[in-house]
């Protein structure tokens, strides 16, 4: 059977390159516009879940404008960088946390671009693709195409919708009121009834008579009428909402096309107290001065602003943290209908969403300019490039005066500005030729010049005179002022060969770039990266031509060499401290022991695989294993005293990350007004440590932690715990085993080892599912994903599942602690309550959960209005639609009662879940 040409040809954007997808040597993906617009996702990256083979990313804050966390087959890394590299129209961009508080919810800087204004997403994974981003490409690279006018009547195209979110998990279920008093008197009973002889119905009269010094909290609860208070949802905003309006027009005559945009979002968080918000505009043009000499640019602006809140790391000031921390003993509101600011330890959610301020003001420019030339030599062409990519970021936290953290220093205030400039300039040849009808060429030789300036100022002060002043001029006590600035630099040289024969049946190609990063020492300050790779049209050959079932069947591989040079600056020169002082005066001391040899850390990826079309391309897949060596791994490798440091960044140690991947799509159906496809991918990666450095004494250096540990021969960061042997039947305490293999128990936990648990925090396998169909205008699509093999760890349980006074008085317990001991010969999951600090404190295999989940990500029905209609209203397409995101989770390990999609680190957190959304849209073009 014949191939399909139209699929074959279809063009795959690369960032520096493009190439048809029958050339195509890699195992890129790529993603066109209809998967990333008409979504209630302010960033276009979140769109990519479940939709790319090897991708794991997770949301670990669903606050909108929140930055995603994302790994392509695995991490690479211990200390540098593990995220992909972004380019936006061929341009390397920034696209790191641009939030200046690591207190404060994330920002993620790619969310200033509006998704309805990308062309296509591509996500690179192997040598042959990623090999000509150097020291950036080792973790993948994702690109990012706008949209660009073509040759036409001017065609404008606005769209619209209104959705409402929620959150797609709702969390632990917390103790109410009598529940927690229950739990609190069980504990005065187990505590101190056998010593002093009382019964346990006299736990309370006990309380009251010997204990109530150390707290009134029950007995005010019972003179209040024994009120009960959820505090997830006095701080739940329930049906949050977003609502997005986009307006474009698109055309081209005369030599010149142009795109322009411009775009609305407004989003509610499902906390209370934060919402995002977003303007944007995109104006792109090409213009053809002549024949030879075109011109080409795109250019947007963007303002965002973020209404966040202290979920990072400041959690018992985060209102999702009041869940958790709040007794349900106190009330929100007073009888007469005020704000209860008499809340114990912790301050009113309400309150401070209403008089706190936790805010970021974003803007963002990208503007990438080019000019090429056709030179007198047939098929040479020239092309010079300047792109600017300036970020600013205004970041105001004030705390008031009257209540909470800022009561005790009459208000808080700091604020920080942000500005980072990133300028690349480019200049490259391309060169095209055939020799003898079957023999394809193309070259491309590339210089690169990247230029990151970053600067900021701080500044914070207390005592604020009166109510609603809140600017840092207004401050009587100022309290902190300092700037900083950092600058960074890379340039490059860079050669890319196709080569493609007797009707692209045989493919290769070939890139190097040398590249001088100034992150390093003028001795290992460039570096050679490259890669090769094959690929052979098999259907092309003439045995195949007639077996008609086979549409498509191409054998590729690639190998090469990647770069990782993700540290922080300045780590290769010993630096002093300037923050000192002596006899009043300002001095210095050593600061950091720099190292000169210190350089990048390498990978070298390979990767095998085949791509299979099927009876005119009604069954498509793809088959790709993939192993990555990264040697030269940075590890922070300890010194001797006499060196007065105590460790130094070297490069020490091995890794590997292995796995396949498999695609696949069958179109069921396919007819004129009638169509049903169902598609699939599924990925494994594995990894291992191979070796780390050694310590002066020739020590093998592992890295461990209370819950973690990396060492050779397991992956980074697998869980080392010890193991839960569960609740004593007759005395109703904790036991663990004593080590690994051993029955033994023991009930004293530091006599408890630490053992491998099999898994780490990092997914193993992922898979994602679509669905599509159509019916004569009538459309449905949806879209799943699964992320398995890893273990998730309930970090907060220390708190909220302590049989003790911090879930029964200081803080809540969840509803999982009902589930304890009580009486000799009791089967119980959680130890008996106690009046004190009980061993339920401590961390072990008993808070160590499966983390699997699947996950709907989106389902969608629409209609596309017969064009018949249209014609007597002058438009030409309308579409209407309704989606629904995240509205469905399923959870493998019950006890996994937390989101599963959290953090790559693997623990659960308090920050705000995923939403789950129902919207509606237009869509018009005219």
Do not use: C
């Not at 981003?133 to 994702?142: K, T, W």
């Not at 490798?637 to 990350?657: A, E, I, K």
């Not at 630490?754 to 699509?781: C, E, R």
Request: glycine content about 10%.
């Amino acid at each position: 059977m014949s191939e399909d040409v139209t699929s074959l040809n279809e063009i795959v954007v690369l960032g520096y390159t493009t190439t048809s997808k029958t050339k195509l040597v890699s195992s890129a993906v790529q993603l066109d516009s209809k998967s990333l617009s008409q979504t209630p996702y302010v960033s276009a990256d979140q769109a990519l879940q479940g939709k790319v083979a090897g991708l794991v990313m997770v949301t670990p804050s669903g606050t909108p404008g929140s930055g995603m966390q994302i790994r392509i087959r695995g991490v690479s890394s211990i200390t540098a960088g593990n995220s992909p590299l972004f380019v936006i129209d061929g341009v390397p961009v920034n696209s790191g946390d641009a939030q200046y508080s690591t207190s404060s919810s994330t920002l993620n800087p790619l969310a200033s671009i509006d998704p309805e204004n990308i062309e296509s997403i591509t996500v690179l994974k192997d040598a042959s693709s990623t090999a000509l981003y150097g020291a950036r490409g080792a973790n993948g690279v994702i690109v990012v195409k706008t949209k660009r006018g073509k040759q036409g009547k001017t065609q404008f195209n606005f769209t619209t919708s209104y959705g409402l979110n929620n959150d797609a998990t709702t969390g632990p279920a917390m103790l109410t009121a009598d529940q927690r008093a229950e739990l609190f008197y069980e504990a005065i009973y187990n505590t101190y009834g056998a010593r002093n002889g009382f019964t346990k119905d006299k736990a309370k009269q006990y309380y009251q008579n010997n204990l109530a010094a150390l707290g009134t909290q029950y007995d005010r609860w019972e003179k209040a009428g024994r009120p009960n208070t959820d505090w997830g949802d006095v701080i739940t905003h329930k049906n949050a909402k977003f609502k997005q309006f986009d307006l474009s027009a698109s055309g081209g005559g005369g030599g010149l096309n142009f795109f322009t945009s411009l775009g609305y979002t407004k989003q509610e968080a499902t906390v209370i107290g934060s919402d995002f918000e977003r303007i944007s505009g995109q104006v792109n043009m090409d213009k053809d001065f002549s024949k030879r000499l075109r011109f080409s640019t795109q250019n947007s602006a963007s303002y965002m602003q973020q209404n966040g809140t202290l979920e990072q790391s400041a959690y018992f000031s985060s209102p999702r943290a009041v869940k958790f921390f709040m007794p349900p003993t106190v009330t929100p509101y007073n009888p007469d209908g005020s704000i209860n600011l008499e809340t114990d330890a912790n301050p009113n959610p309400i309150y401070v969403a209403a008089n706190n301020i936790n805010q970021s003001k974003f803007v963002r420019t990208l503007s990438n300019n080019s000019l090429t030339y056709d030179l007198p030599v047939k098929n040479l062409r020239f092309t010079t490039r300047t792109a600017l990519d300036w970020q600013s970021l205004h970041y105001k936290y004030f705390v008031n005066r009257n209540h909470g953290d800022g009561l005790a220093r009459g208000g808080i205030n700091t604020t920080a500005v942000t500005n980072n400039l990133t300028y690349v300039i480019q200049n490259y040849f391309d060169y095209e030729a055939t020799v003898y009808q079957n023999h394809s060429f193309t070259f491309k030789a590339l210089q690169e010049f990247q230029r990151n300036n970053f600067y900021n100022l701080v500044a914070g002060g207390n005592s604020f005179p009166a109510d609603g002043l809140s600017n840092l001029a207004n401050a009587g006590t100022p309290t902190t002022a300092f700037s900083s600035n950092a600058n960074w630099s890379l340039a490059s040289y860079s050669g890319l060969m196709e080569y493609a024969a007797f009707e692209n049946r045989y493919v290769v190609n070939a890139s190097i770039r040398k590249e001088g990063n100034s992150r390093f020492s003028s001795e290992n300050r460039w570096g050679t990266f490259w890669s090769a790779g094959l690929a052979w049209n098999v259907h092309k050959e003439s045995f195949l031509k007639n077996v008609s079932p086979i549409s498509n069947l191409k054998l590729r591989t690639s190998y090469g060499k990647t770069g990782n040079a993700g540290i922080s600056l300045n780590q290769y020169q010993s630096l002093l401290d300037f923050t000192a002082a002596y006899g009043g005066q300002g001095a210095s001391i050593p600061g950091t022991y720099g190292n000169k040899k210190l350089s990048w850390e390498t990978s070298f990826p390979f990767e095998a695989g085949a791509d299979v079309g099927l009876f005119d391309e009604r069954i498509t897949g793809r088959f790709s294993y993939f192993y990555r060596e990264t040697r030269d791994l940075l590890q922070d490798v300890p010194l001797t005293r006499s060196s007065g440091f105590g460790s130094q960044l070297q490069n020490t140690g091995s890794m590997s990350n292995q796995g396949i991947e498999i695609e696949a799509n069958f179109e069921l159906i396919r007819k004129k007004d009638f169509h049903i496809s169902l598609g699939g991918n599924l990925a494994t990666a594995t990894n291992k440590v191979l070796t780390l450095g050694k310590s002066p004494k020739g020590t093998t250096l592992t890295i461990q932690s209370s819950t973690q540990k990396t060492d050779i021969g397991h992956p980074v960061s697998e869980w080392f715990l010890p193991n839960w042997a569960g609740v004593d039947s007759q005395t109703g305490v904790d036991t663990w085993y004593v080590k690994e293999g051993a029955s033994d128990v023991t009930k004293t936990f530091s006599q408890a080892a630490q053992v491998w648990q099999g898994g780490s925090a990092i997914p193993t396998l992922t898979a994602g599912m679509n669905l599509h169909a159509d019916y004569k205008g009538i459309f449905f699509d949806a879209n799943g994903y699964y992320s398995g093999g890893n273990k998730v760890f309930e970090d907060w349980a220390r708190y909220t599942l302590a049989s003790n006074l911090q879930a029964l008085s200081l803080g809540n317990g969840t509803q999982q602690l009902m589930d304890r001991w009580q009486k000799p010969g009791d089967a119980a999951r959680f130890p008996k309550m106690e009046h004190n600090s009980g061993p339920g404190f401590q961390n072990s295999s008993k808070f160590l959960y499966l983390g699997d989940f699947f996950r709907i990500k989106s389902a969608t029905l629409g209609y596309n209005i017969s064009p018949g209609i249209l014609k007597k209203l002058a438009v030409t397409s309308v579409q209407i639609f309704i989606r629904s995101t995240n509205f469905f989770t399923w959870v493998k390990d019950s006890r996994l009662t937390y989101d599963p999609e959290t953090a790559l680190q693997g623990f659960t957190s308090l920050t705000t879940p995923p939403y789950k959304s129902i919207m509606t849209g237009l869509t018009i073009k005219f």
